[in-house]
């Protein structure tokens, strides 16, 4: 193993998928009711905090969380596919690994 494959496999971000799915389930919480009239912050604000806390669990480099966030929402409304799939392959293009911890 060469040199530089040990330092992609250290710096290699692995991504659980059950994190990936919840946090696409807390994002799709907070669009429609943000989406509604009078949006309930209170209900808004404890699903944000829950979304950073998971994607604090992945990384500490704030970029790295933003792409990460920035994939799972854009591809959200991949309608090619109505499976995960699209989310995944995203990332797993930009460069993470997803592991499927049961």
Request: hydrophobic fraction near 30%; charge should be negative; aromatic fraction near 10%.
């Amino acid at each position: 193993m060469s040199e530089e494959d040990k330092t992609n496999k250290e710096n290699e971000i692995i991504l659980d998928f059950q994190k990936i799915a919840k946090i696409q389930h807390l994002y799709m919480g907070i669009f429609n009711e943000e989406d509604s009239d009078y949006p309930d912050y209170r209900v808004i604000r404890p699903k944000e905090r829950n979304i950073e806390k998971m994607l604090d669990s992945f990384t500490k480099d704030r970029e790295k969380k933003k792409e990460i966030y920035d994939t799972i929402i854009h591809y959200t409304w991949d309608n090619s596919d109505m499976t995960f799939r699209p989310i995944c392959n995203a990332l797993r293009d930009k460069g993470y690994k997803i592991i499927n911890n049961e």
